[in-house]
């Protein structure tokens, strides 16, 4: 019973299972590198817990508004899949007397099966609010929503896909020190979908979606 | 050299979690015997009524050897092993939970399709399923209801008598062992609560338009399969069923099927496991009465 609540779990988490890469621009030529552990919520020993699946970033900061990033998802890896992610996250809004801000992110998910080459293009695009605060403002507390874009037309067996936005609602909190970041993050995953009569049991909201809680740990350079 | 350690070191790491394995649930509760109208332990259509039990003088706990190391897997035949020559027999393919105590209701309501103990019955544990030996898997699936169906060959049966029923798990060697004969070419099908395919469950899951093989290696596609079918088909499925939906499951292989005849048996409020009891017993065998005598 275990087992399956694992597997059939990480099939929902593959696909989302880090916390938002880049929130806040680094600064310009900065270079980061971080790791995710988290996932979807799933029962285990009577306690709702995250799945620990793990993912790598890296990040360069262009200049002082707009950072690339690139992700590997190590879980998807052990499955099979190379998953990969490469995109850029702009501040679009930068109010530093309040803290108020705003940041739009651009994402290739790419995915190749190691097992038949079959692969999958996913686009995303992400807008963060975030509010800074603390020493230097160097902390934030953000809300975000990551649009998943499904391009297939069908589904298996000619079937009609009819969901093509997948949308991801995150809430988070980062705490920074002079090199290193760490955050949590929670996120109410395809919020817009049932999570009814389906192998897997999420854990959703109103029997939408599922939720997720993720940590990351970057350190710049 | 450096390069192709670390491609076999990925290989390995990566075969690691593959998910095939999850499609089988075997032994959630040990048991060390079976004890069919006496087990106790969590039973599908628990409120089944005695006018549907089974004499003992009926029940046959037989072992077959399958496999190229002889494994032993276990079957139950509800009948007389004397008359498989001459009656008519369901091969009753269960799910994918636990070993034969579970189902065992499910087969005896079929022995009472018509009147009482009209039909035989026989049920399998798969490799690593209850008493059986071994691990199960796709191609252990096929190969063990295959062996069974060569245990009732040996005794007599033949084409025209033996009816191949799939539950759940169960639909993908029914289904499979009708499009691609082996042992036998069955008279007829029927599905209950059948899954499409390895895919539509990691689409289902993942509630992307991914590629099964991201996930499995599973070669099971029901959908495909019973294109071969031309076979009588039932197809039998709860409209509430909250494991495999009746619409991204059982819709889609029925609306496959492309043979001589077919019959759908919509169950409303019927769930994965309880079909024959929201539908009642009796208008359960009834149905399937209709199927097989038609």
Known sequence: MLKT?????????????????????LEAKQWAAGADLGGAIIDFAGAKIPLPLTS?????????????????????????VVQMELGAVRSIFAQDKNGFNLSAGATANFMVSTWDGKARFYP?????????????????????????????AQQAHQQDNKEHWIPNLALGHTFRTNKMRYTIETRWIAPLSSNQNLVVTYNGIGNQGSLGLFFSVFRTF | M??????????????CLRLDSNLFNPNE????????????????????????????SLINLVQIPVGTNNEKIYAVYIGDVNRIATDTVFLYCHGNA??????????????????????????????????????????????????????????GMRNERIIYYGFSLGSSAATELTANPRTFNPSKLILEAPFASAEVMVQDAARLALPGSFFVNL?????????KVQQPFMWIHGEADDFLSITAHGEVVYNAYQGSYKTALRVTNGGHSNVPTIHGFDNYNNAILQFITR
């Open chain 1, 5 to 25: 609540m694992f597997y059939t779990a990480m099939i929902c988490s593959l696909y989302n299972c880090a916390a938002t890469r880049i929130v806040k621009p």
């Open chain 1, 56 to 80: 790598l970033t890296a990040a360069y900061g262009v200049d002082s508004q707009l950072t690339a990033f690139g992700g590997l998802h190590t879980t998807a890896l052990a499955a099979g």
């Open chain 1, 124 to 152: 995303q695009l992400d807008i963060n609010a975030y509010y800074t605060y603390g020493a230097k403002k160097r902390n934030y507390v953000y809300l975000g929503i990551a649009n998943w874009f499904d391009l297939q």
């Open chain 2, 2 to 15: 450096r390069n192709l350690f670390l491609i076999g070191l990925m290989c390995t790491f990566a075969s």
């Open chain 2, 29 to 56: 509760t040990v048991i060390t015997e079976y004890k069919f109208e006496n087990y106790t332990g969590r039973r599908e259509c628990a409120e089944i009524s005695s006018q549907y039990n089974i004499p003992d």
């Open chain 2, 98 to 155: 636990e070993h034969m105590d579970l189902y065992w209701n499910r087969a005896k309501l079929l022995a009472n399709v018509g009147s009482k103990n009209r039909f035989g019955v026989l049920m399998m544990d798969y490799r690593g399923y209850g008493l059986s030996e071994g691990t199960p898997s796709e191609s252990n699936l096929y190969e063990d209801v295959d062996a069974c169906a060569q245990w009732l060959f040996n005794r």
């Open chain 2, 219 to 227: 070669k099971i596609d029901n959908a495909e399969e019973i294109k």
